[in-house]
């Protein structure tokens, strides 16, 4: 399985980004899927999860109302709309699956990764 994280950038305070992760070398519909950041100095942190069939959802309390996260088993796609975006989410930020379809919580369970895409949120 590989994972492929894309649609980073640069942008304002405010303003909305949305991330695209491409599942390869497997079917989507067979893992939870997540989204986590990792910011200079500090550690990995868990953003959103999806379940298998996109109608469960977890995110964590910093982004919950602002970000969305989403998936399309059938183009192998899973999504991180973030809108209302402020200095505090910049981050380089990974996609990640986990072969428990339910899992989406499960932060320990997310054991395929691919690389960062970097959002930079400028005040």
């Known amino acids: 399985v590989q994972l492929q994280a894309s649609g980073g950038g640069v942008v304002q305070t405010g303003a909305s980004l949305t991330l695209s992760c491409k599942l390869s070398g497997g079917t989507l519909s067979s893992f939870a899927m997540g989204w986590f950041r990792q910011a200079p100095g500090r550690e990995r942190e868990f953003v959103a999860g999806?379940?298998?069939?996109?109608?469960?959802?977890a995110y964590a309390d910093s982004v919950k109302g602002r970000f969305t996260i989403s998936r399309d088993n059938a183009k192998n796609m899973v999504y991180l709309r973030m809108d209302s975006l402020r200095p505090g989410d910049t981050a380089d930020y990974f996609c990640a699956a986990n072969p428990h379809p339910y899992g989406h919580r499960n932060i320990n369970g997310f054991n395929y990764w691919g690389q960062g895409t970097l959002v930079t949120v400028s005040s």
């Open positions: 999806i379940g298998w069939s996109g109608t469960m959802t």
